[in-house]
């Protein structure tokens, strides 16, 4: 078969942004062939949103850096160039057809040899993403059969899938990806390539394993894209703390009937439905929330797993920091950990701790996640609708904003020193104005002078 048999007539045209247009033209212009390539071309034919373009061509680096002058060029060597377009996204990547030559690291080739687009297709990691579409003629260019997995609805590596993810590791986290975000299958034997090949991912860099797990946690099945990463044996390399749930057999008390890990994939899975767009924060916690149980039933010999939260939040600062999320990421995440038992001790909370919660930064968070847990076991949303019912009432200002009625100025000039009496007087005067008990600065002062100063 011949590169003419392999074309592929389309039914609709692709409708393009300007900036891709105009980029399309140019190159045309210029003499060469330009190609839509990659997820660009799966998602127009599968009918999603598409969010970037990706162009191929026969045009060589040199002449795509004159053509493109504005361009980064931090990826020429590879053949590839970034062009600024002025919106979103804020880049348009433009690739000369190649070949990749060895790869050492796992990442990316010592080198390539720039070529046509049927090794260029042979090069990409599935059959759905080597598809080229070519906009003067509305026609597909399919040398790998990608075409017709995508109406099968299946994820299969082009050529060897061993070979595939022996040369990027990172593919065997975005085949789990891609299946949870588009409801496809993976080919029986892309999958046991995966398992083989399990290891090779702690090869891959922090960052880049970080980015493909947050778009499974904040995609629409969470639960079942650990599921998946367990069954493919690549969580217990990425994330072991979560792997080890499994067997963990979950104390009645807690939620009844069903193990750890089985909350867990239940409760990710409540909050994607009762929480769509939700931060990557929320759900790294919802994914975290329960690490803590393998400690701590250990140490209380499977009595109980009291304390497991504080252990939790130990965890998922040590996971956060080892994965690189940012730092103020990783504090909400430990912050929402810590605190996602707090919601059940509110009708027992003194008002100026119930009111310094529901002022926390993370605590819209907290609830959400506070209603999924519930709502994953034993489903009493009493906690949750009292919060809610407070929050609402902040917001909407039938509540009113406590003043502040003495500061760090104040202590000063009663001679006061800043230390740990000093932080203890604004937080005692604080919790005070909260419950309602001092309204006024001169009420303020007079119980500092009264009951600190000797």
């Known amino acids: 078969m011949n590169e003419q048999e392999k074309w592929v007539r389309v039914d609709r045209p692709f409708q393009l942004p300007t900036y891709v247009r105009e980029a399309l033209q140019k190159l045309s212009e210029s003499g060469h062939v330009a190609y839509l ?149 993976i080919d029986p034997e892309t999958a046991q390539a995966i398992r083989s090949r399990a290891r090779l991912i702690s090869k891959v860099s922090s960052e880049r394993i970080r980015d493909e797990l947050t778009a499974m946690w904040t995609g629409p099945h969470p639960g079942e894209a650990l599921t998946l990463l367990s069954e493919l044996e690549l969580l217990p390399v990425v994330l072991p703390e979560v792997e080890a749930l499994k067997g963990v057999v979950q104390i009645p008390s807690y939620h009844p009937n069903e193990d750890v890990w089985s909350h867990l994939i239940k409760m990710v899975e409540m909050l994607a439905q009762q929480t769509p767009q939700r931060s990557a924060t929320l759900a790294w916690a919802a994914i975290l929330h329960e690490v803590g149980k393998p400690v701590v039933s250990i140490k209380n010999e499977g009595r109980n797993f009291n304390g497991h939260e504080l252990e939790a939040a130990k965890l998922a600062d040590k996971i956060t920091q080892r994965l690189k999320l940012s730092g103020n990421e990783t504090q909400r995440v430990v912050a929402l950990v810590a605190d996602h038992l707090k919601l059940k001790d509110v009708f027992q909370m003194r008002e100026a701790t119930l009111q310094r919660l ?97």
């Not at 995508?150 to 975005?174: H, M, Q, T, W, Y």
């Open 37 to 185: 390539v990659g997820g660009c071309v799966r998602d127009f034919l599968i009918g999603r949103e598409i969010k970037d373009y990706d162009i191929a061509t026969d045009a060589n680096p040199d002449l795509l850096c004159k053509l493109f002058p504005m361009a980064i060029t931090v990826g020429k060597a590879f053949g590839v160039i970034k062009v600024p377009t002025g919106t979103q996204p804020p880049l348009l990547e433009i690739a000369t057809f190649r070949k990749d030559l060895d790869y050492h690291d796992h990442r990316r080739p010592e080198g390539v040899v720039f070529s046509g687009p049927l090794e260029d297709a042979s090069r990409r990691d599935f059959t759905m993403n080597g598809l080229f579409y070519d906009p003067k003629t509305n026609r597909i260019l399919d040398c790998v059969e990608g075409v017709e997995d995508i109406r099968r609805k299946v994820i299969r590596a082009i050529g060897n899938p061993s070979v595939r993810f022996r040369e990027d590791a990172l593919r065997l986290l975005r085949a789990v990806r891609f299946k949870t975000r588009l409801g496809f299958s």
């Open 358 to 454: 529901l002022r926390e930064d993370h605590f819209e968070e907290l609830l959400a996640l506070h209603r999924a847990d519930t709502c994953a076991s034993d489903g009493n949303l009493a906690y949750y609708e009292f919060c809610s019912s407070r929050l609402n009432q902040i917001k909407n200002g039938s509540q009113i904003e406590i003043p502040k009625l003495i500061d760090g100025r104040d202590l000063i000039q009663l001679g006061f020193s800043p230390g740990p009496l000093f932080s203890e007087i604004l937080a005692t005067i604080e919790d005070l104005t909260l419950e309602k008990k001092l309204t006024t600065q001169d009420q303020a002062l007079e119980y500092v002078i009264k009951n600190f100063v000797r």
